[in-house]
């Protein structure tokens, strides 16, 4: 089994920042992408960043400058730096990994409230 722990969201003033993180642990193939998605209340879950194994990064327009991917391929963990919050950044934050024989796993999502 495998298992990814989020961790760092919390309640934060526009403005502010918060730091994501997530590590993976069991029996995990070698990690390939590893990304961040979020959903907020009535919407759909959607992409806000993703990092390949060759450190290759991607974000969703609405957080570009904003929000730093990172990972640390020791740690099976991914990072998500999020500077300059906004209210329309609240949602739940799950961390999501593909390993290199084709599976995908999720994290069980944290929660980001950002007050404006």
């Known amino acids: 089994q495998v298992q990814l722990v989020e961790s760092g969201g919390g309640l934060v003033q526009a403005g502010g920042s918060l730091r994501l993180s997530c590590a993976a642990s069991?029996?995990?193939?070698?990690?390939?992408?590893m990304g961040w998605y979020r959903q907020a209340p009535g919407n759909q879950r959607e992409l806000v960043a993703a990092?390949?194994?060759?450190?290759?990064?991607d974000y969703a327009d609405s957080v570009k400058g904003r929000f730093t991917i990172s990972r640390d391929n020791a740690k099976n963990t991914v990072y998500l730096q999020m500077n300059s919050l906004k209210a329309e950044d609240t949602g739940v934050y799950y961390c999501?990994?593909?390993?290199?024989?084709?599976?995908?796993?999720w994290g069980q999502g944290t929660q980001v409230t950002v007050a404006s």
């Open positions: 999501n990994l593909h390993t290199a024989d084709r599976q995908g796993y």
């Open positions: 990092i390949t194994g060759g450190f290759t990064t």
């Open positions: 069991g029996r995990i193939f070698s990690i390939r992408d």
